[in-house]
């Protein structure tokens, strides 16, 4: 039984993509925290910004949420999204989780020896922390509002299951905050008092996850079983999925990685081009496909088939199987590995593909993704706006100072 417990009560809803997969998150693009510095070894920031960055982290003990919360009515509506009103108090719960987890991020990073502060850069684009809040902030309500007019638009009910894991969660969320025997009241105060969060916004988190699973099921199945093979197989087609099976004829020790001898190595070269001729000359495909099977059998050094999307082979395998049409057999492919002789073959949407994240089924794979991009497209259409003279807060002035 899946649960949706609430990381989210301290973590930004950002880092919870709008799609959700059951495990490893495939080709996902959320909004989230950087996962090592943004600058390498080779870029070291000059140290006027590293000294800034190092200053900004000693000093720092904590933001003044409360003076920040107390700039608005907790009722006030601060925005609209798609004619939705947002209230100050879900905006800010927003804006805290997220300014929440960025201060995690920046005592993580001091423990890995990285000072990491509000005006250190967030990205590529050099923004810093301090100017990406409000952005993220905004985010996160927008997922959520998407989400809950998604699964409104299409009718969308949630299966008993899922609605026993709404409760479970909750059950498990009133333990561990409030401890055994407590009620909803204890926990619903607590999460105010604590983390600014309101039991009407705590719901629709909470239910986030149950509708986000269950629209996507209504629209391709539990398992991507209403997608139409034809679906499957152009997404797959369309993103580089190959598949492929090889005869390895290795150059090098696999255990090791040595170069074999010169000799041995020409031995193997002249195999190598025997076998793609042999293979090749066959014209008719099922009996071109048995000889492989065969000479495969006899002098393969690796065993595998596979079905692949890009960053997962070697780039001279991929590259290789891209240029065949299904049936058909390269030339001696030359890799780290030594010669392949690839036989392209025809995806099936039933298929097990390996990516970098993972191995996946086919059309599972594919119903996420197209609910990811559905999803996503919604986001983008979205109408935001303000209500005059809101302004988003600058953390920066609301940072606090630790005692010179």
Known sequence: MKKWIIGLLVLCLAVVVVIALTGDKLFAEP??????????????PAPEDASQAEEAAEESSGVDYDAIYALHDPDEVVMTVNGEKVLWKDYFYSYYSQA???????????????????????????????????????????????????????????????????QDAHAQNLEYYCGEGASDEDLFQLLWEERYLTEDL????????????????????????????????????ENGILSANHILIPTVDLSTREPLDEATVQEKTELANQIAQELQAIEDPAEREKRFLELKELH??????YVFGPGVMVQEFYDGAMALEPGQVSD???????????????????????????SFAARGMVADQLFSE??????????????EGFEAPAILNYVKRAAA
Do not use: C, K
């Open 31 to 44: 909004a989230q925290l950087p996962q090592e510095s943004p600058q390498t070894a080779e870029e070291t």
């Open 202 to 237: 705590y719901w629709r988190v909470l239910r986030f996850g149950a509708l986000n699973e269950a629209t996507r099921r209504s629209l391709y199945g539990q398992e991507g079983e209403l997608l139409s093979e034809e679906e499957v197989l152009t997404w797959m087609e």
């Open 300 to 305: 393969d050094a690796d065993g595998g088939a």
């Open 374 to 387: 559905m999803m996503t497209g919604r986001m983008d259409e979205q109408t935001v706006e303000y209500t």
């Open 100 to 166: 929440y987890s960025m201060e995690q991020y920046f005592e993580m990073s001091q423990y890995q020896g990285m000072a990491m502060g509000w005006e250190s850069a967030f990205g590529e684009d050099g923004r810093s922390f301090a100017e990406m809040l409000p952005e993220m902030a905004e985010q996160n309500l927008r997922q959520i509002i998407v989400m809950e007019q998604t699964a409104q638009e299409l009718q969308v009910s949630l299966q008993e299951e899922e609605e026993a894991s709404i």
């Open 332 to 358: 001696p492919v030359q890799s780290v590995f030594g010669y392949h002789i690839i036989l392209r073959r025809p995806l099936h949407a039933d298929d097990t593909v390996t990516m970098a994240q993972g």
